[in-house]
């Protein structure tokens, strides 16, 4: 049987209902397809919704060294404004994603949303650090959001707009931090910093007004019961983990709180992955996560997730050490916010571009080209960090990979997985794009705080420090880029998607007659 022309499964019963209504897989009336101004809008809408989402993770980046001051509390607890948003992104993202395609797509979406909206305006009324975490964590879940809305593209375009749409959606992660970053600064420096977080309620509202208008609900529904011990199980492993990972540095890594959370993910995960094999409607399908084309392609996510999170760590912070250090500019916190800018509107720019390349060469070279000119990035940024513009000529490289990199790995996973696990499987790589984040983190977190010099009285990382950031980012780079070519190529994905979905209609059968 031939290949889809889309990323995905071949064209049998599943992927003719996400492309048109002449088939209701698992619906008894003909899906309504999306006309007019509503499909004309519809990848706007969640474009913007990613962008707002975006802008929430990187919103307290710029707030953070006056957080301690302006909350009475520490700067270890004024570290968890990030450290939570991303153990909740991590949990809420692929659950999410799995609720979407159990039970819809749209009504998650604007759940998570109201989410994003609690938790903006939690932090809004409150000083107090408790009651800020406690916000952050809630806005943390709403990450949910950009798998949710490729899944709704790949269910309701047609595939001649779906790589395209799906690309732009995909890069929103990038566009936003981008964005927000210098947008934050500029709060801080020039307003009430609540004002920031009033602005977030408020754009999530509008996102849910447009969501209602302009999104319809998916027709496509994946059967079976909600794995609540799957998710339990998978909760308690990443949050063990990345807790480990993200707080390690404190505590210290021989500590025994890092190391008895790094043996529970280990050993919870190991019973998970056990139970989840033997589930018949798990909450993460193993054997699909076990695919070369998906295993593959989650790898090279969390490396992409890994070298992209260096660029925005370091560029504002080095921009901004003072010149008394031999190497650092003396820039505001706006200026190292603006740094970041023009990748932000690279990222915009290339997305169609990675789309026309996935579509004519596949997305397998679309991702091994962003791998090697994120690469090529880091080699720039390692030989010109003493000036701003070649600095921020060297992120602008680094952001026009990333772009193109986020750009493919939907178009990966989609083409590996099942029309009806779409949301859970992007949101797993959503996932590993997070954790590949977590780990940059910690060894920038580590190696800025142990190769330091003493500079005007003050303790400052060297410019080794950040030359060996560069280093270890291109590092992650290059091993991208060989785990994308180890992908199977086109026909072996397609094989895979046509066992894949008789294992899949197995299983149905198989809850069906329980």
């Known amino acids: 049987m031939p290949a889809a022309p889309i990323p995905g499964p071949e064209p049998d019963s599943e992927s003719a209902a996400r492309s048109g209504p002449e088939s209701g897989r698992e619906k008894d009336s003909k899906p309504e397809p999306v006309e007019g101004r509503r499909r004309r809008f519809l990848v706007a809408v969640l474009a913007f919704c990613g962008v707002v989402v975006a802008v929430m993770q990187t919103l307290v980046v710029p707030l953070l060294p006056h957080v301690p001051s302006l909350t009475g509390s520490t700067p ?4 968890w404004l990030v450290t939570i948003t991303l153990l909740t992104g991590a949990v809420f993202t692929p659950v999410l994603g799995r609720v979407g395609d159990m039970y819809g797509k749209r009504k998650v979406l604007i759940a998570s949303l109201g989410v994003l909206v609690a938790g903006s305006v939690l932090c809004a ?6 009651v800020l975490i406690a916000g952050r964590a809630l806005q943390g879940a709403a990450l949910a959001v950009v798998p949710l809305g490729i899944s709704i593209m790949r269910d ?7 790589l395209s749409s799906v690309a732009l959606m995909s890069s929103t992660l990038g566009i936003g931090a981008a964005v927000g970053l210098p947008v934050a600064a500029l709060v801080v420096q020039n307003f009430d910093w609540h004002t920031m977080f009033w602005a977030s309620a408020v754009l999530g509202l509008v996102d849910i007004v447009l969501v209602l208008c302009c999104v319809p609900e998916s027709p496509l529904r994946s059967r079976g019961r909600f794995d609540a011990v799957g998710t339990l199980g998978l909760s308690v492993t990443l949050v063990s983990l990345l807790l480990a990972v993200t707080q390690g540095a404190d505590w210290g890594w ?11 993910a ?15 409607s798990p909450m993460v399908d193993l054997r699909v996560s076990a695919r070369p084309a998906v295993l593959l392609t989650n790898i090279a996510a969390l490396l992409i997730g890994f070298a992209f999170y260096a660029n925005s760590l370091v560029t504002a912070q080095m921009v901004q050490e003072p010149t008394s250090t031999g190497y650092g500019l003396g820039g505001s916190i706006v200026v190292g916010g603006l740094c970041l800018l023009p990748g932000g509107l690279a990222m915009v720019a290339l997305s169609p571009v990675s789309a026309r390349i996935s579509a004519k060469y596949g997305p397998k070279t679309a991702l091994a ?14 030989f010109t960090s003493h000036s701003l513009w070649p600095i921020i000529g060297g992120a602008t490289v680094v952001a026009a990979g990333t772009a193109i ?16 696990e779409t949301g859970a499987a992007n949101g797993l790589n959503t996932l590993m794009r997070s954790v590949g984040q977590a780990f940059c983190s910690a060894v920038v977190a580590a190696v800025l705080a142990n190769i330091t010099f003493q500079a005007a009285g003050r303790t400052a990382p060297t410019l080794h420090a950040y030359l060996l950031v560069f280093l270890i980012a291109a590092g992650a780079a290059v091993l991208a880029l060989a785990v994308t ?13 046509t066992v894949e979905k008789e294992h899949a209609a197995g299983r149905r059968f198989a809850e069906e007659g329980a």
């Open 485 to 497: 070519l180890c992908l199977p190529g086109q026909a072996l994905a397609s094989k895979a998607g």
């Open 125 to 130: 009324l409150s000083s107090q650090i408790g």
């Open 266 to 280: 280990l050993a919870v995960g190991l019973l998970w992955g056990a139970y989840e094999l033997r589930t018949t």
């Open 76 to 79: 270890a607890a004024a570290s």
């Open 369 to 382: 080209l962003a791998a090697a000119v994120m690469a090529a990035g880091y080699v720039v940024r390692f």
């Open 156 to 162: 309701e375009l047609p595939p001649a707009r779906l």
């Open 405 to 420: 990199a986020y750009s493919a790995l939907p178009a990966l996973v989609m083409r590996a997985v099942p029309a009806g």
């Open 254 to 264: 021989a500590s025994l709180p890092t190391v008895g959370l790094l043996v529970a």
